[in-house]
């Protein structure tokens, strides 16, 4: 069966951006396929959305305007939000009795999942009433997607059903290669220098690994230079910030030249990251979230605890045990062999198969 399907999504459609590559990576597998794809994002949805004078109300009625003079002169099967401030258009459509369509919430993150996480470790303040019309996405759509079993156990409990986890894939170049010999004190970051991230515990645990290990060089895989005003002047010679790069290739020899990747996150929807950083034979430490939530500790992934001192410990014991590095680096890049966009794709289609049939068996 050929779908026709509209995507309406929040995060600009750049594909070296983690959102971006996410969301043109499924249309164009789906695509592939056979299926029309029709993606609108937010330059098309909200002109002037660097505005962010009272976005949480223009955003939610334009994609409801845009949806509803869509579905008025054409037809689809499939209507897709991306992001929570759907909540108005899913409302309202959903109670349309008429429609043939069905509605899917994609998330590569859930926001009132983000924002608990946030909350709880202090980085947020909590806000009901829109948490309350943010779940409004999820909850009243015929079908949810999440990246990561992360954040589909949180759908599950809050009985955002039917659910399916499709978890992100990587570009072609990252699959199928050797792990390669490095310097065993190269130690990786990758990710935006925000809170979010666990920069704070960063600073703190490199900081110390620098000091007590003069050969090791913490790198950041994509930043500004003023990431080094972060660090004490003393360890400032141990540390190379490397531009940002849209070139999947060099990145792959970025990650290739590192023996570990530290991924300190609060909270992460899957962590691209992560997955690419495995890919490359780099042994990670990251926080149990995202596509790290269901990994192997001590054999896929280092875990360590948001805020946990850990990390320095973990760190430690990668540069000091190469027989742990070694294993971690091989188990977790045997995991991320399977994220192929193709196996992505099918698993896509037959859930909007099996959700259109319900939906068109109860008119």
């Known amino acids: ?107 590569n993150g859930l926001e009132p999942h983000y924002q608990e996480v946030l909350a709880r470790h202090g980085l947020e303040r909590h806000r009901q009433m829109r948490r309350v019309l943010e779940e409004r996405a999820f909850g009243a759509a015929d079908g949810l997607t999440t990246v990561s079993a992360f954040d589909g156990q949180y759908a599950v409990e809050h009985g955002w059903m039917p659910h399916v986890t499709l978890p992100n894939a990587l570009p072609d170049c990252f699959l199928g290669r050797e792990i390669s010999s490095r310097p065993r004190a190269v130690i990786g970051f990758c990710g935006g220098w925000a809170a979010n991230k666990g920069v704070a515990l960063l600073v703190t645990d490199i900081t110390r690994v620098l000091r007590e290990r003069r050969d090791a060089e913490f790198r950041v895989l994509g930043g500004a230079q003023e990431v080094l005003r ?42 691209l990251a992560v997955a690419e950083a495995m890919a490359c034979g780099c042994a990670v430490v990251s926080t149990r979230v995202g596509f790290a939530w269901s990994l192997k500790d001590r054999e896929e992934v280092c875990h360590i605890e948001p805020a946990s001192p850990r990390l320095y410990e973990a760190v430690t014991q990668l540069l000091d045990d190469d027989a742990l590095r070694a294993t971690v680096a091989a188990g977790g890049h045997r995991r991320v062999q ?26």
Not at 342 to 359: I, M, N, P, Q, T
């Open 230 to 271: 972060s660090f004490p002047a003393d360890v400032s010679a141990q540390i190379r910030v490397l531009p940002p790069t849209a070139d999947k290739p060099e990145m792959v020899r970025r990650y290739s030249e590192c023996a570990i990747l530290v991924a300190p996150s609060f909270y992460e929807s899957f962590g």
């Open 1 to 107: 069966m050929r779908l026709r399907i509209l995507a309406l999504t929040n995060c600009p459609l750049v594909e070296w951006q983690g959102s971006g590559y996410v969301v043109a990576g499924f249309g164009r597998e789906m695509r592939r396929r056979g299926h029309h794809v029709e993606t609108i994002g937010p330059e098309t949805l909200l002109p002037f959305a660097e505005q962010h004078r009272g976005r949480s109300v223009r955003y939610p009625v334009a994609i409801l305007a845009v949806a509803l003079r869509k579905v008025a002169v054409e037809s689809y099967d499939v209507i897709e939000f991306w992001g929570a401030e759907a909540w108005l258009a899913v409302s309202i459509l959903a109670a349309a009795p008429w429609r043939r369509f069905i509605l899917v919430a994609r998330s």
């Open 338 to 363: 399977s994220l192929r966009w193709s196996d992505a794709g099918e698993k896509l289609e037959h859930a909007y198969a099996d959700w259109l049939r319900v939906r068109r068996s109860r008119l």
